[in-house]
């Protein structure tokens, strides 16, 4: 079992910056990727970052040029670094951690607000 406590979530302006952090803990030797996703009520849930174990990374073309991820392995912290944050990337982001037998964790979620 991989158990992830998210934080850093909260509110900010539009233009502003949040970091998320994403901390990974149990049986984490079988890492694949870290990343995460965000999901507006009654929707499915959408990639917003991933960095895979060799370092590769993949990102939403809404938060390219604006979002950052990067991981901190000796502590198993995924980072996600926020920048001129938009309303429209209001939504609960949710950390999510893949084995490399590809099994799914997922964090508890927490709530990103940008207000106009």
């Known amino acids: 079992q991989v158990q992830l406590v998210e934080s850093g979530g909260g509110l900010v302006q539009a233009g502003g910056s949040l970091r998320l952090s994403c901390a990974a803990s149990g049986r984490t030797f079988s890492s694949y990727a870290m990343g995460w996703f965000r999901q507006s009520s009654g929707l499915g849930r959408e990639l917003v970052a991933r960095?895979?174990?060799?370092?590769?990374?993949r990102y939403a073309d809404s938060v390219k040029g604006r979002f950052t991820i990067s991981r901190d392995d000796a502590n198993m912290t995924v980072y996600l670094q926020m920048s001129l944050l938009k309303p429209d990337d209001t939504d609960v982001y949710y950390c999510n951690y893949v084995t490399s037998g590809g099994k799914n964790y997922w964090g508890q979620g927490t709530q990103v607000t940008v207000s106009a």
């Open positions: 960095i895979l174990v060799g370092g590769g990374r």
